[in-house]
């Protein structure tokens, strides 16, 4: 079986940012506080009226979260295996 290979980010919805911390909380390859960055900008995001989320997270976290957060640990694990 090959190893997983991640893949680098160019443009994330709230969605896919949802599954990717649900699936780095399931693999473990993330620390306690990106756990707990990715926790807050959940529950703010979620705490908009559900037809104004995607583009609340588009301009205030989009660009942020994958260049700071999604596709650094990424880079990282891809480099490891």
Not at 11 to 31: E, I, L, P, S, Y
Not at 60 to 74: F, G, H, M, R, T
Request: glycine share 2%.
């Amino acid at each position: 079986m090959e190893p997983k290979k991640y893949i680098y980010w160019e443009a994330m919805t709230f969605k896919d940012f949802v599954a990717w911390c649900n699936q780095r909380a399931c693999d473990g390859h993330w620390g306690m506080s990106t756990a707990a960055a990715c926790i807050n900008i959940m529950k703010e995001v979620r705490d908009q009226w559900f037809w104004k989320r995607e583009r609340y997270w588009r301009e205030k976290y989009e660009a942020d979260v994958l260049e700071q957060i999604v596709n650094p640990i990424s880079e990282y694990f891809e480099l490891e295996e």
